[in-house]
């Protein structure tokens, strides 16, 4: 029979080992979270699909610190038809533009992801950080991508049809993700995301 010190000890071994193994799984992993914006007018040019992606390594060391794809006009201003430089915009400037222009906000994730997306997420951000890729709302022209195929084509070649904002975004994640539709509920905790459905 356990004595109690013994059954003290027990228990407080018992619950270091899972919240040890809670942590661990997020060591060596890889996620993304992404996010789509629709405004009132319900048009292609009020609507914005982007992305976070976050190391495991970090999140596990209470870092929240991701690499993001929000591939924009620099002006931050979408026109039709226009091909025009380009700035990627940081998470927290895209939110921000996004709720001063109080657009609807959804987010898609977070999901697990594969090393080589993630690889291929830092590579697209210096892509689009280097100037040598302009801005256009149409993938038409060489040389220029619009928000959705900067974000999606890490994952692979990948078609919205004439899909934009919440239904292509949630292509998107779908493409991207390792297990389509699993959310992981401890990172979702850990970003503070209430769930994927737009905001009002």
């Given amino acids: 029979m356990l004595s109690r010190r013994g059954a003290v000890l027990s228990l407080f071994t ?16 890889y996620f993304v979270v992404v996010w ?16 976070s992606f976050y190391r495991g390594d970090d999140l596990a060391a209470g870092n929240v610190h991701p690499a993001t794809i929000s591939w924009l006009p620099a002006t931050g201003v979408v026109r039709f038809g226009s091909v ?13 533009l996004t709720k001063r ?20 997420a830092l590579l697209r951000v210096r892509l689009l950080n280097s100037g040598r890729i302009a801005y256009t709302m149409i993938n038409v022209v060489a040389g220029a991508m619009n928000c959705i195929e900067a974000v999606g ?27 389509r539709g699993q959310i992981d509920r401890d990172v979702a905790g850990q970003l503070r995301l209430a769930g994927n459905a737009p905001t009002q």
């Fill in 14 to 29: 018992i619950l270091t080992a899972r919240v040890e193994s809670q942590a661990r799984p997020l060591e060596g992993r």
């Fill in 84 to 96: 025009e430089r380009g700035k990627n915009f940081s998470l927290e400037e895209t939110l921000a």
């Fill in 153 to 179: 084509s890490v994952g692979g070649p990948v078609n919205t049809w004439i899909n934009y904002g919440f239904a292509a975004s949630e292509t998107v994640a779908s493409h991207l993700a390792l297990h």
């Fill in 36 to 51: 789509a914006c629709q405004g009132p007018s319900g048009s292609p040019t009020e609507s914005h699909t982007f992305a």
């Fill in 101 to 120: 222009r109080g657009y609807r906000l959804a987010s898609y994730g977070p999901y697990e992801i594969s090393v080589q997306t993630y690889s291929r």
